[in-house]
């Protein structure tokens, strides 16, 4: 019903910057909230940024300052700009959408990942 599609990983150097993003498509109604997870070998699935409805963003201490998470409601669309990259931001990063669907109810869709690399 709904298909999500990342793009926009890839591999950079340590200072350098990357936009991330993630387009839903299907039967959408609306789309609650958006969010970036990340997960790095080895260690657990992590939160990154989300975006409420309203525009409301909240960031992981880590990625404040750094990361800028926005949305484009016209086109079903999140991104995340990343900015001053660390190699402590190498995961595979994932979206995360709350989606209104067009027949009825709710659910969260995932990405299928995009990886980023930071060398040092």
């Known amino acids: 019903q709904v298909q999500l599609v990342e793009s926009g990983g890839g591999l950079v150097q340590a200072g350098g910057s990357l936009r991330l993003s993630c387009a839903a498509s299907g039967s959408i109604s609306s789309i609650n909230v958006m969010a970036w997870y990340r997960q790095a070998p080895g260690k657990q699935r992590e939160l990154v940024a989300s975006?409420?409805?309203?525009?409301?963003?909240k960031y992981v201490d880590s990625v404040k300052g750094r990361f800028t998470i926005s949305r484009d409601n016209a086109k079903n669309t999140v991104y995340l700009q990343m900015n001053s990259l660390k190699p402590e931001d190498t995961a595979v990063y994932y979206c995360n959408l709350v989606v209104v669907l067009v027949v009825a109810g709710a659910r969260d869709y995932w990405g299928q990942g995009t990886q980023v690399t930071v060398s040092s």
């Open positions: 975006i409420s409805s309203g525009s409301s963003t």
